[in-house]
């Protein structure tokens, strides 16, 4: 049985802060309510509508599509495909989010992706109303509060470190708006529930509020799966994303495949020109698009020695700041299906955007390393790939490409080596926990290490 754990409390109380460092400590799915509501707000604060405005923001809500997602231990909210996870931390959001959750319709369109999520996880969930209305028969509620003057400290300290202008009294004036507006509304208003726990965080520091809330559940669940030392819901079984396997339905027009290989052909009699080159292993590359190509990286000719030997075009990452050079290298880059990703974050439109290349009917090329390497030793690969083949339950077919010295050179030899496509399915793989992701990442790498040679 999963462990769900409600912990609600007043605005500024620290529950996000707080939960987080709690869930991962018990290696539980951390689910910021928050953030939903938050999202709504920022849909409709962007595009003009009053939050206060109940049927305007009914209407609007089948024009909204909200996910969670987790990349590590860090959960990313997606609006409509776009990560907007840094941009509802605002006052004027904060404000939006409180009166959206007044609206009945706003409450039941979260209400079932909140449920669904605690059904299969252990999970710490925070918010207003959870242990009262969203999860009711929590195994543990817990009530964190703290004053009002030291909840607006707290979140002015925030506001400051992110350069923000409110003033104290801005912040301390809209807390206790907000504590009037969550106490005071019809739906589902903001009160602890008979058999929650209150925790007052006002004189304690963070790390005395963790430790207790950790304490408080270890207590409560002393009985159950985690606390006889199984945990059903560990970082090894999280499911990080839904399985969307693409259906390879869609394919691309005649004529631009038409155009694509006979400037593939050009480009190939260009290439045997300048360089000693020959690609082995072809029998391997699909015939259709929806595939994904993981490489080890070498030099920046990478992406064009993998798509040469493929009869559908190829879709690949390029680091975001390849976007900023000039005009026309970024045209040129986007034409030959480059897009761009932020390296070091947790970037879920950089997923949700690959899915849509595969569905698509493109292929996709990744560089599971995520950096060149210089002596053409394959280094340590990222679960990036993995995590989109796992989604997408597609083929992965691993590439190795091979030329002697650290730069390449006219008249260079370089051998291109196609494997045999990994399927995800084939080798257990059919979800995106941990677990699942470091199976197929531990497949892929050997496969490439053994193209390298």
């Not at 009530?143 to 925030?158: C, S």
């Not at 260009?270 to 070498?298: L, Q, T």
């Not at 292929?363 to 340590?380: C, Y």
Request: charged share 25%.
């Amino acid at each position: 049985m999963n462990i769900n754990v409600a912990l609600d409390g007043p605005s500024g109380a620290g529950k996000s802060t707080i939960a987080k460092a709690v869930a991962k400590k018990l290696e539980y799915v951390y689910v910021d309510t928050g953030a939903l509501y938050r999202t709504i707000a920022y849909y409709v604060v962007s595009n003009g509508i009053d939050p206060k405005d109940e049927e305007s923001v009914t209407a609007c809500l089948d024009k909204i599509s909200v996910k969670l997602g987790y990349i590590g231990s860090a959960q990313h909210v997606m609006l409509n495909g776009e990560d907007v996870s840094d941009k509802i931390r605002t006052p004027e959001i904060s404000m939006g989010a409180s009166a959206v959750s007044a609206i009945p319709k706003v409450r039941d369109f979260l209400f079932g992706l909140q449920q669904d999520i605690a059904k299969h996880n252990n999970i710490i969930m925070d918010g207003r109303d959870i242990g009262t209305v969203v999860l009711p028969n929590a195994q543990v509620k817990i009530f964190l509060t703290a004053t009002a003057e030291e909840r607006a400290n707290r979140r002015f300290k925030e506001l400051q470190e992110k350069g923000d202008p409110s003033t104290y009294e801005q912040v301390l004036k809209d807390i206790k708006q907000r504590d009037y507006n969550d106490t005071h509304r019809d739906i589902a208003p903001l009160k602890k529930a008979d058999d929650a726990v209150e925790v007052d965080s006002t004189k304690m520091s963070l790390d005395e509020v963790i430790d207790e809330i950790v304490r408080i559940i270890r207590d409560k669940t002393s009985g159950s799966n985690s606390g006889s030392g199984e945990k059903t819901s560990s970082r090894a079984t999280r499911e990080l994303m839904p399985v969307r396997p693409i259906t390879k339905k869609k394919k691309l027009f005649f004529l631009k495949l038409f155009f694509y290989n006979l400037l593939r052909y050009i480009t190939i009699f260009v290439y045997h020109c300048y360089y000693n080159i020959k690609w082995e292993g072809k029998e391997n590359v699909p015939k259709d698009g929806g595939n994904i190509f993981a490489s080890n990286h070498r030099s920046y000719q990478d992406p064009v020695f993998t798509a040469l030997g493929c009869p559908v075009p190829i879709s690949y990452m390029a680091k975001e700041e390849l976007f900023h050079k000039n005009v026309f290298f970024t045209g040129l880059i986007k034409l030959f299906g480059a897009f761009p990703v932020v390296r070091g974050k947790g970037d879920m439109q950089v997923i949700e955007t690959s899915i849509e290349k595969l569905e698509m009917g493109r292929n996709l090329e990744i560089f599971p390393e995520g950096t060149r390497s210089k002596d053409g030793k394959v280094g340590k690969g990222k679960t990036g790939v993995a995590l989109i083949a796992a989604v997408a339950q597609t083929k992965v077919i691993p590439v190795g490409i091979n030329f002697e010295g650290e730069k390449l050179k006219f008249r260079s030899k370089v051998v291109v080596r196609y494997g045999k496509p990994i399927i995800p399915s084939e080798i257990g793989v059919t979800g995106t926990s941990a677990k699942d992701l470091k199976v197929i990442k531990n497949e892929i790498m050997k496969s490439i290490t053994e193209l390298v040679h």
